[in-house]
C-alpha cells in the first residue's frame, strides 16, 4: 500500500470517527430530527435539481411541439415546391435563333469573342481561331450544360503554341434532336 492510500484510509477513519462521535453525543430526539431534517433536505434537493427542471422542459416543449411540427410541415412543402420549381425551370433549351444569339453571347461571356456563329438548319456553326483548348473545353461542357447542346461534328486543329488550337464545331440542340 502506497503513502497516498494510507493518507486516504487514515482520513477515511478519522472522518468515520468524527461522524461517531458527533452522533453518539445526540439524544434520541436529536437524531430523530437530524435524520428527519436530512430527508426532507435530500427531497428538497433532488426535487429542485431533477424534478423539477425535468418538468418546466417538458411543459415547454408541449407548448412549443405544434409549432415546430407546424414549420416542418411548411419547409417540407417548401422544398417540393422548390423541387417542381427546379423541375419547370429547366424548361425548353432553345433553338434556331434564340440558340444562335445565346451561344454568340456565352462564347463573348467566357472570353472567347471573334467566333463566327452561323446558323446551320437545326444546328449552330462555330468557327474559333487560335483560342485556348482548356477554354474551348470548358465552355463546351458549360454550353452543353445550360443550352442542353449536343456536338455532332468537331475539328480541332493544333497551333504551334502550346495549348492553342483552331476550332470548327457544329452543336445540336437537345430539343431540335428530338431528345
Known sequence: ????????????????????????????????????????IGVVVVYSVLWAPAQ????????????MRHQIAQMTAQADEARSLAAAAQGVPPTGGALKDALTASLTQNGLAGAQVQLAGDAVSIDLKNVSFPAWTMWLDDARRQFKVHPTQ??????????QVDVSATLQSAAARGG
Not at 468537331?154 to 495549348?163: F, M
Open 1 to 40: 500500500m502506497d503513502d497516498r492510500e494510507q493518507e486516504r484510509t487514515m482520513n477515511k477513519t478519522a472522518l468515520m470517527n468524527a461522524w461517531a462521535g458527533f452522533w453518539e453525543g445526540r439524544t434520541a430526539r436529536e437524531k430523530t430530527l437530524l435524520t428527519w431534517g436530512g430527508a426532507v
Open 56 to 67: 418546466q422542459g417538458r411543459a415547454q416543449l408541449r407548448e412549443t411541439l405544434p409549432a
Open 154 to 163: 468537331t475539328h480541332v486543329t493544333a497551333l504551334k503554341a502550346d495549348g
